[in-house]
C-alpha cells in the first residue's frame, strides 16, 4: 500500500473517547479513502471520505460513544481514482485495518 498510517491500532481506557490516526501520502498520486467500522453505533470518523493528494496528510478523527468496552476494527479503504469509484460493484480497494481495543484498566498516574 502507498498510504502509511501512524498507527495499527488505537486503545481506549474509558468507554468514549477521541483518537486521531494520521494518514500520510508520500506518491505522486491523489488517494481516495473510506472508511468503514465494525460497529457504527459506537464510532464516527471525520471525514468518512476524503482525497489525500501527494505529500500531504489527513488527520482521521475517530470519536468512540460511550457504549460497552470491547474490541472493534476500523477499515480505511483506499484506492486513487475519483470516490465515484467505490460506488461500482466490482471495486476491490486496498484495505488497511486498523484493531480499536478498550481496556477497562485505568493508565497508571503519569503514564502517557
Known sequence: MSLTFNTSSLKWVAPEGQAIVKISNATQSRFAIKVKTTNVDVYKT???????????????????????????????????DAAEFFKRPTVKPNVYMITMKCDEQPPLPGAP
Open 46 to 80: 471525520t471525514p468518512n471520505t476524503d482525497f489525500i493528494n501527494p505529500g500531504f496528510t489527513l488527520n482521521l478523527v475517530v470519536c468512540r460513544s460511550k457504549a460497552p468496552m470491547k474490541e472493534d476494527k476500523l477499515c480505511e479503504f483506499t484506492e486513487n
